[in-house]
């Protein structure tokens, strides 16, 4: 993983539709007849902050765009984190070019999303 590069997303407000497509990888494009390469994102912290003093309820999935199939779930389905306080979700989840991380909350923008990883090409 010494070519991949640190990168960070967010924050972005989450709104109560629960199929908003919040990450994916980029196309990386070459030169003269370089063609594209597909990226992928290894994920490795998210923060979730709840603004508000009420608790609420997050949930992700990791599938299609738009998407939030069973059996796709992620990070937390229904996580609840209480008023004017913080999730902090450590790990390594592979992220492909073809994959989406999705959801929301609850409480449409009471919770923002924010993040950290490396990209690195597939190719």
Not at 54 to 82: D, H, M, Q, R, Y
Request: hydrophobic share 40%.
């Amino acid at each position: 993983m010494a070519a991949n590069k640190v990168f960070n997303f967010g924050p972005i407000a989450l709104t109560t539709t629960l199929t908003t497509n919040l990450l994916n990888p980029p196309t990386a494009t070459g030169g003269v007849n370089g063609g594209s390469s597909p990226t992928y994102i290894v994920l490795k912290h998210i923060r979730i902050v709840n603004k508000t003093a009420n608790e609420i309820a997050v949930s992700f999935w990791l599938g299609a765009t738009g998407g939030n199939a069973a059996g796709t779930e992620t990070i937390g389905i229904g996580l609840k984190i209480p008023g004017n306080q913080s999730y902090d979700w450590g790990g390594l989840m592979r992220i492909d070019s073809t994959q989406f991380l999705v959801g929301g909350c609850n409480t449409a923008t009471a919770a923002s999303i924010q993040g950290e990883g490396e990209i690195g090409v597939a190719g």
